[in-house]
């Protein structure tokens, strides 16, 4: 099973389209999951033509995604449960607030957005793991994204690209 995990679209403010990097991943996937601030529902409508989507909304997302997407959620895969959340707040870092969302809850990865950036670390035998974003990359070096592929393990990447 191929998940394609991204986050932080920020569309079409940060970005007019989908990179095409991200579209050639995309052609194969059986799973997209964003992990918030998609800017506008016109991101779910490009995803959707892919393969399933599930996602939370972000903090600069508008009702009409915050009425079709939760806060927190928990999406199985493969035998796998991954817990998806945006990762906005107050106190502490967006990882120990996404790590904290799961707390009382069994999940085999936590994904998560808001940073921008990318991440890939196992605390206490979970995946926690930031994409990074394919539109806006801040002040890291590249756009991002994720694929975690599920067969018999879950192992996840990030794809690195410059803008093409």
């Known amino acids: 099973m191929k998940i394609i995990v991204l986050s932080d679209t920020h569309m079409p403010k940060r970005g007019k389209s989908l ?33 399933k989507v599930e996602g939370v909304f972000g903090n600069v997302d508008g009702k009409d995604i915050k009425e079709m997407f ?9 035998g796998y449960k991954l817990g998806i959340t945006h990762g906005h707040g107050t106190r502490k870092t967006t990882e120990k607030r996404a790590v ?40 890291q070096e590249n756009y991002s994204f994720g694929i975690i592929n599920i067969g018999e393990s879950l192992e996840a990447e990030h794809i690195f690209f410059t803008k093409e």
């Open 70 to 78: 939760p806060e927190k959620r928990i999406v199985e895969a493969g």
């Open 100 to 139: 904290q969302k799961f707390a009382d809850e069994k999940v085999d990865c936590i994904i998560f957005g808001h940073s921008h950036i990318p991440i890939k670390k196992y605390e206490q035998g979970i995946l926690i793991f930031n994409p990074g974003s394919p539109t806006d990359k801040r002040r």
């Open 19 to 51: 990179p095409p990097r991200l579209l050639e991943e995309l052609k194969d996937a059986d799973l997209i999951i964003h992990a918030g601030d998609w800017q506008t529902i016109d991101v779910y409508d490009l995803l959707k033509a892919f393969a």
